[in-house]
């Protein structure tokens, strides 16, 4: 493995009760003070964090499957990214880059730029959620073209705001009750081949799609196509090959803005700079958070020169977007990602996971498929592999028989039957080894 260094012991660790004392006590303290609309999927309280393990406040060692839903790929506490912000704070905190401007920025979107597919010129603005970069995505290509309507796909997640409540496809616990949503947004079929009721290849899966916009919308009143090139809360689901390249091509020739969103996906997580590399896709804009940061809020959009720069100036913003303190951060984690060939780490993590898990798809007649790139990695939970109905509670419980033995791992999926797997790309590989091997149990006890 490469030279990537650790504070913490990297072991999975349990001192006996689950949840220990204190992490109760912190339950009961928080039931009185924080709603019950915001849930924790680990009932335990973390006190430190580094590499592939979580230490929570009764000095349990956790493998951590989760990197904070997708965020720290370079561990939680990466040593360029604490001295970073370490140090940046020392100098200032925040100024407001539309206010007193500083380089912090600019060095972000120079280094966007350069990651980023495509080598055309680029513009970059930068903001601090993944909801807010992708409601600014479809302000630019709106701006941009002059039209209103935006395509999204069946089982998207894009956020949690109002915009991005209407781009997302499930309904709870995201919508249900948070209406009346943006309008000008339109559904279509999404690629997901181990759903498809018959063969069906990417091209088609492509086509599909845009018949149904060509007939609800029409090509020329469309702003923007949206979309995860593998979608994340949906279900890790991965389109067939040669969906997503037809897609951008018929927005290439019908004038719309091809969005990706690799919020989740992008930063190394999938063996590539981003997901769309794998097939050569070059957006027009991306929507960039999550793992851009080491755990730092920071997020972006980037894209075309000419479509960032049709917004009249003053039109985009906001008064912590690019904070300092998170650009240092973001430097600090894509170099980290460099040094630490953390591509290749993902790749590997692959490797170890097919290897575990995939034996299990003829083994167990619950395991449907396993499926993603990289260390996105998903298993989805099944009734039986003919019926393919989904089996969601399966999914719980072989992620909670791995939490009880010290392994953090979440679940997904628009049926809730998806268990998924995304380690920091900094997990040991004996780690990683031990925690499969508690999930591969789990999967058999279930
Ligand atoms: C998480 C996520 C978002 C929303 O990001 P927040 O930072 O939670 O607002 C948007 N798109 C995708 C693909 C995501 O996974």
Request: proline fraction near 6%; aromatic fraction near 6%.
């Amino acid at each position: 493995m490469s030279n990537i260094s650790y504070r913490l012991p990297q072991e999975i660790r349990l001192t006996g009760e689950f949840p220990g004392p204190r992490s109760a006590e912190l339950a009961e303290r928080r039931a009185k003070v924080v709603p019950g609309g915001v849930a924790s999927s680990v009932p335990v309280y973390a006190a430190d964090a580094d590499g592939g393990v979580i230490v929570d406040v009764d000095g349990n060692s956790f493998a951590d499957l989760g990197s904070g839903i997708a965020v720290t790929s370079v561990g939680a506490s990466a040593p360029k990214v604490v001295e970073a912000v370490q140090d940046a704070a020392s100098h200032f905190t925040h100024t407001c880059f539309m206010v007193t401007p500083y380089e912090g920025y600019v060095a972000v979107a120079e280094k966007l730029a350069e990651v980023t597919p495509g080598d055309f010129e680029k513009r970059s603005v930068l903001f601090n959620s993944g909801a807010e970069a992708v409601e600014n995505a479809v302000k630019v290509a709106r701006a941009a073209t002059g039209r209103n309507a935006v395509v999204v796909f069946d089982h998207a997640y894009h956020g949690r705001t109002n915009l991005t409540m209407a781009l997302t496809a499930k309904a709870a616990p995201y919508k249900r009750g948070f209406g009346p949503f943006a309008s000008e947004v339109y559904r279509v079929p999404m690629s997901y081949p181990y759903r498809e009721p018959a063969e069906i290849d990417g091209k088609e899966a492509a086509e599909r799609a845009i018949l149904q916009i060509e007939k609800q919308i029409g090509g020329q009143d469309v702003a923007a196509i949206l979309i995860e090139p593998i979608q994340g809360e949906g279900g890790f689901i991965v389109p067939a090959e040669g969906f997503l390249p037809r897609l951008a091509e018929w927005a290439r020739e019908n004038g719309v803005v091809f969005i990706a969103d690799e919020v989740q996906a992008g930063f190394c997580r999938t063996g590539k700079w981003f997901a769309v590399d794998h097939e050569g896709v070059e957006p027009d804009l991306v929507t960039l958070a999550k793992g851009i940061a080491g755990g730092m809020p920071l997020s972006a959009v980037t894209g075309r020169a000419d479509l960032l720069d049709a917004v009249g100036p003053g039109g985009l913003g906001g008064t912590y977007g690019g904070n300092p303190v998170a650009c240092a951060a973001a430097l600090a984690s894509i170099e980290t990602m460099e040094e630490w060939n953390l591509n290749e780490r993902a790749t590997a993590i692959e490797k170890a996971i097919r290897g575990a898990i995939e034996p299990l798809v003829t083994e167990s007649d619950i395991v449907g498929e396993v499926r993603g790139r990289g260390a996105m990695m998903a298993i989805e939970f099944v009734a039986d592999s003919d019926s393919k109905t989904p089996h969601p509670s399966a999914a719980k419980d072989v992620a909670a028989y791995c939490l009880e033995r010290g392994v953090a791992i979440l679940t997904c999926g628009t049926y809730g039957n998806i268990v998924r797997l995304l380690p920091p790309l900094t997990i040991s590989d004996e780690l990683l080894d031990e925690a499969l091997n508690i999930l591969v149990e789990g999967i058999r006890s279930v």
